[in-house]
């Protein structure tokens, strides 16, 4: 069964770190999303991503953060300076169709837990 | 504006008991429900999703969940539980381009 795949699984930052997390989506999904989760609290949206280009955003989704399907394949997210509360595990998901359709599934990954000291 | 609560944060079943898991939701549009199951260290596994067809949904292990729009619900259940069932079930609404989920519901089956 096709996967979303998802490096690193854990990463030690320091504060003011940038980080890159990597995803690799189901090859025939068009549409990603990056989700966060903080310890303890709700799966959060952080942002959608189609043809190139960003859909939908939340607004944790601040300057610090970007997105980026450099070669294809890839997709990843960037926290350009990491703070405390970034800490958290971080889901990238793919699917065929989006959200607004209805029929959508979003296809997830393992998750990326960044831990920032 | 879309929301989901799922009314329990820990259930805990004996093995070949029902599970209920409960999850409340509200929505300005028709919205899509999902279930979806995450097991230590695996990514969110989709259960089964509502679409607007049967108000009855059957998934995957045995699980099914029930659309009851008038009680703005989307319940779990599962006749009997089996150990592997041990993980955390998160609710999600999607009506427009994103999905909100649940905080998740713990379940711990006993043997």
């Known amino acids: 069964e096709p996967e979303v795949t998802q490096t690193p699984s854990h990463q030690v930052t320091q504060m003011g770190q940038e980080v890159i997390l990597r995803c690799v989506p189901i090859s025939n999904h068009l549409y990603f999303y990056w989700y966060r989760q903080i310890l303890g609290q709700k799966v959060e949206f952080l942002v959608s991503?189609?043809?190139?280009?960003?859909?939908?955003k939340s607004e944790i989704f601040d300057d610090q953060f970007s997105v980026e399907r450099p070669d294809g394949s890839n997709f990843t997210l960037k926290i350009r300076s990491t703070k405390l509360e970034d800490s958290a595990m971080y889901f990238c998901?793919?699917?065929?169709?989006?959200?607004?359709?209805?029929?959508?599934?979003?296809?997830f990954g393992a998750g990326s837990r960044l831990t920032v000291l | 504006a879309q929301s989901v609560t799922q009314l329990d944060s820990h259930v805990s079943v004996s093995e070949g008991t029902p599970v209920l898991l409960r999850c409340n939701y509200s929505s300005s549009y028709s919205p899509s429900l999902f279930w979806y199951v995450q097991h230590p260290n695996k990514g969110l596994q989709l259960l089964l999703k509502y679409t607007s067809a049967a108000t009855l949904v059957k998934g995957i292990n045995g699980f099914e969940a029930e659309f009851k729009k008038s009680e703005t619900s989307f319940h779990l259940t599962k006749p009997s539980a089996h150990m592997s069932d041990a993980a955390e079930y998160f609710c999600v609404v999607s009506d427009k381009n994103d999905m909100r989920f649940g905080a998740g519901t713990r379940l711990t089956v006993k043997p």
């Open positions: 991503f189609y043809n190139n280009e960003i859909s939908e």
């Open positions: 998901a793919s699917s065929e169709l989006a959200a607004i359709s209805g029929a959508n599934v979003l296809t």
